[in-house]
DNA sequence: TTGTACGCGTTATCAC
DNA sequence: GTGATAACGCGTACAA
């Protein structure tokens, strides 16, 4: 293996100088820098991330625990985030917890042990404060994503609450009498903790216009109530969906073929997730804004202030309006 | 940070018996291996991947190259792999190329500093020749996925040529008469190495069906070709269309409601990528087969042979056959 | 079975 | 601006 020593030979300086060349850290003049430049190309170096990492103790490498490999809304995220990452040098470490606690600890131990300098994770319990202490004692920077768990950590989410309120609000306002809510529930998260937010959003709404008449349905990740779903949505016959995300909206789009219901006709739809498929059926849906989400994470993981006060950065959504809500 | 030391320490052993207990490569007697363990629980110890990397220059971490980060079919491929080496006590590592050969010549570097046993990536160029040398040099495993670009690596891939030629027969028996390919182009890719196999399995079809009238139409991956699409489409008029992704698949359908034709009255349709919105529309769909691909991958990574010929390991698809090919 | 001691490749701290 | 050298935390040959 050719390591710094070879080029520091082949450059006739010291490895020190060649370190220096490395690290922009400190200056070398011209000549010398080029030539030890020339050398790393020559011999084709590549610094040792470990060698690296274990002496300055620190690493340009974030990670990222994700809680649902098939959500596609996250892998979105994952894309903009590893791209933005990368062009500021650094390196993006995606683990999956599989809506799992026991998952999800053993990530953060990975990534502790991989010098991250920042842990992103969608938080699928809240009873993983001893790793999540340890990892912050480490001088680790945990955000937690989406979900606000953890009431000592930061969070980046959308605001589902605002989301929820706009989409009932728009339902509402076309006339829909019986109003039905697809919420998310965590499994394994003792009292669910992302959910009221997106009922919240609803009910106030409904509260607004003098409503009284509605139906929440919480579906869970793991045990795939889609059965319980249908049961629930032909007993009460809703005229108005707002469903959390594509996958669980999927199965509603099969219950009302199944039924023979037409939207917006017989069922006016929102969905959550405003990806392709969703609007080539012409389905109304909450529009994540990705980049500003992206653009407020990063600045969250490079620009926090120094002061200690927990914040909150809620991203607005923004609903991209389709015939399935007329 | 607490250290072996720490830990050798406080169980009073040598920080060789410690190491020894997390290794598990030597004996210890039961009572001490029970006294390192306690230690290590009661301080919260995590071993330092990098001076263990370091030190061992190996490490238990694959990395991944991922060419398109918003392709579905390769985000489902992503989350099997790292759940299966997790379960082995392995990590996965992955990067996005970008379908950009410079993006993935820096996503070796990374992969080679970070001392990744094995490279996994989906080639966007033939000519990154130098960066994958000195991996194989390094005695790193590279393995291209899904596209057969450099004839002296390993490949694992979806048999596409078989996938085309029996979605073709599918469509001529059901008597089409003018089908349509939409192949893949990959750009920075000089001489396009991946759809030859559809096109040939479509050719063979078509040839054993005594057929001659066919399109071909080849959609690059970053320009967006959709306009040209769509004039294709619509000058050509075929009466059956087998497209490569879901994505293009979109476009079609996009293509088809805008000129008002219907599947499979009009158009009957086979799209690659088996994913949830395409069963619901009741497409025909290419099923990757991803679960025996995931095996197919680990049986490479991990129990290789020592012969050094070259192996191009095909993973027969599925057709799930629904109505849109009728 | 256990402990001692060295070195992995790099960066930081001194000198000059 | 440059060079010598001591760490960083861990694994392992070797000795005990």
Redesign the interface.
């Known amino acids: 293996?050719v390591t710094i020593k070879d080029v520091a030979r082949r450059a006739n300086v010291s490895i020190a100088t060649v370190s220096r060349v490395i690290t922009h850290k400190s200056c070398v003049s011209p000549e010398v820098s080029e030539r030890v430049l020339d050398a790393i190309s020559d011999l084709?170096y590549?610094?040792?991330?470990?060698?690296s990492?274990?002496r300055s103790k620190t690493?340009k490498t974030v990670g990222i625990i994700i809680s649902n490999?098939?959500n596609?809304f996250y892998?979105?995220v994952?894309?903009?985030l590893?791209?933005s990452l990368?062009k500021i040098g650094y390196?993006?470490?995606?683990?999956?917890s599989?809506e799992n606690a026991e998952?999800e600890l053993?990530s953060f131990?990975?990534l502790?042990?991989?010098?991250v300098s920042s842990i992103i994770f969608t938080p699928v319990t809240n009873t993983n404060h001893?790793i999540i202490k340890?990892a912050l004692k480490?001088g680790i920077d945990v955000i937690q994503l989406f979900r606000n768990v953890y009431d000592y950590l930061d969070t980046v989410a959308i605001d589902d609450e605002y989301a929820c309120y706009d989409a009932a609000n728009l339902l509402l306002d076309h006339g829909a009498k019986r109003p039905m809510l697809i919420n998310v529930r965590y499994e394994s998260m003792p009292n669910d903790v992302v959910s009221p937010d997106r009922f919240n959003g609803f009910s106030k709404s409904l509260s607004e216009h003098g409503h009284t008449e509605y139906k929440v349905f919480d579906y869970g990740v793991i045990s795939k109530p889609f059965e319980k779903l249908r049961e629930e949505v032909l007993a009460y016959s809703p005229d108005a969906l707002i469903v959390s995300n594509s996958?669980f909206g999927?199965d509603v789009?099969?219950i009302l073929k199944e039924k023979g219901q037409r939207y917006p006709q017989d069922v006016k739809l929102v969905f959550f997730d405003d990806i392709?498929?969703v609007a080539?059926l012409e389905i109304t849906a909450v529009n994540q804004n990705l980049d500003l989400l992206n653009k407020a994470l990063l600045e969250r993981l490079f620009t926090r202030g120094d002061d200690s006060t927990v914040r909150y950065i809620k991203i607005p959504p923004v609903l991209s309006v389709r015939a399935s809500s007329d």
């Open positions: 293996m084709g590549i610094t040792d991330s470990y060698a990492g274990l690493t490999v098939k596609v892998n979105n994952l894309g903009n590893e791209k990368r390196s993006l470490f995606t683990l999956y599989a998952e053993n131990k990975s502790i042990a991989s010098k001893k340890l480490r996958s999927l789009l099969k392709d498929w080539y």
